[in-house]
């Protein structure tokens, strides 16, 4: 890690190149190293888990396909968090509120992702960490996140505002710093359960997260430059560009991670990388105004929530009135019912990056679509 700061300073030092003064430069750099340290670092992270036997459990709920994935390593998470933060301090500005946010936003969690699959795995307690301690923490994150953007009144009079995307100068104003408050910790909350949840089939939520991560990445980059967002007509944030080398990192970091991931997985992130990877992305839409936007960018994500809660109140209203509980999925998430219908893992997959691809591309019209 020295090393590497050292490397960095001595090529900024060389002032003939101008390279570190360029967002764009920063942000490949990011991703590369990205790439790098899943590279350098997973085979290490597989090979310590398996000895450690941190094996992740299927329960019996689950397709009967899955249960040959018993005992293959869990919270592989961990990569997607160094392969992340350490490019991202490496090549941001790191006295930038905004990286200091996203990047403990991102800690915070995992730590919390950890500890929960540390109790499911390590100690083999059933259920891990309980689900209210969960929220809690979200919450607490979510406090912390609208108590400093408040404070640091970046936003000026849209400082408890959320954009509105499709519409021309459109926002939401929660006016009261509580209920501004609460909004965060929804969207917090929201989205790393959201992510959680969809972690359940081989590469399919890092993929989600890679294609997400090129919308904000691109949205950062246009939000923080007085040009572009003057030309598409969207509020200019000041020290949003710096989130660009983090959404950089964050993808090279989601793709360095399908590398171990991919069908047949040799490793599983856990809740240490769905807790902290979905939290990251919410406190980014959070952090450019476009919380409202991420409904769409995230698209699978919001489905695979949505499946979740009918398939609930579905068989909590079936039971209440005919005495005997139904579904209305073959099984939940929806990417599980797809699975019992004869659809082989892979094409689950791949559909549904495909169904991300244009969440993500009809995200982006919003901004001409006005």
């Not at 890690?1 to 960095?8: R, Y």
């Not at 392969?83 to 990286?99: E, H, V, W």
């Not at 970091?253 to 992305?281: E, H, Q, R, T, Y």
């Not at 952090?287 to 699978?300: A, D, M, N, R, Y």
């Amino acid at each position: 890690m020295l090393l590497l700061l050292h490397f960095v300073s001595w090529l900024n030092s060389l002032h003939f190149l101008n390279l570190f003064d360029y967002i764009t430069f920063r942000a490949g750099a990011s991703a590369i190293l990205s790439l790098l340290i899943s590279f350098i670092f997973g085979p290490v992270i597989v090979r310590k888990l398996t000895e450690l036997q941190i094996g992740e459990s299927i329960g019996d709920h689950g397709p009967e396909s899955h249960h040959k994935k018993q005992g293959t390593p869990t919270m592989g998470g961990v990569l997607i968090i160094l392969a992340t933060i350490i490019p991202t301090l490496l090549f941001a500005d790191t006295s930038n509120l905004f990286i200091r946010i996203i990047c403990f936003s991102m800690v915070w969690m995992g730590c919390i992702g950890f500890y929960d699959d540390y109790l499911k795995s390590v100690k083999k307690k059933k259920g891990g960490l309980k689900g209210r301690y969960k929220l809690i923490a979200q919450s607490m994150l979510g406090i912390f996140i609208s108590f400093l953007i408040i404070q640091s009144n970046v936003y000026g009079e849209y400082t408890l505002s959320t954009f509105v995307p499709f519409l021309k100068n459109a926002s939401i104003n929660f006016y009261y710093p509580l209920i501004y408050a609460s909004f965060v910790i929804l969207v917090v909350s929201a989205t790393s359960n959201a992510v959680n949840l969809t972690d359940g089939l081989d590469g399919l939520a890092a993929g989600l997260l890679a294609i997400s991560m090129t919308v904000f990445g691109v949205i950062s980059y246009i939000s923080g430059r007085v040009d572009f967002s003057d030309y598409l007509n969207i509020a200019y944030i000041p020290l949003a560009s710096e989130l660009t080398i983090f959404a950089a990192a964050f993808f090279g970091g989601c793709l360095g991670f399908l590398w171990f991931n991919a069908k047949p997985a040799l490793i599983f992130m856990g809740d240490v990388g769905s807790l902290s990877s979905g939290a990251a992305l919410g406190t980014l839409a959070i952090l450019l105004k476009k919380e409202v936007l991420l409904i769409i960018v995230g698209g699978v994500f919001v489905i695979e929530t949505l499946s979740v809660i009918l398939q609930v109140i579905y068989h909590r209203w079936t039971k209440k009135k005919y005495g005997t509980p139904k579904k209305l999925f073959l099984m939940a998430p929806i990417h599980h019912h797809f699975e019992l219908k004869g659809w082989p893992e892979s094409r689950v997959v791949v559909r549904f990056w495909l169904i991300g691809i244009l969440f993500a591309l009809l995200s982006l019209t919003t901004f001409k679509i006005r």
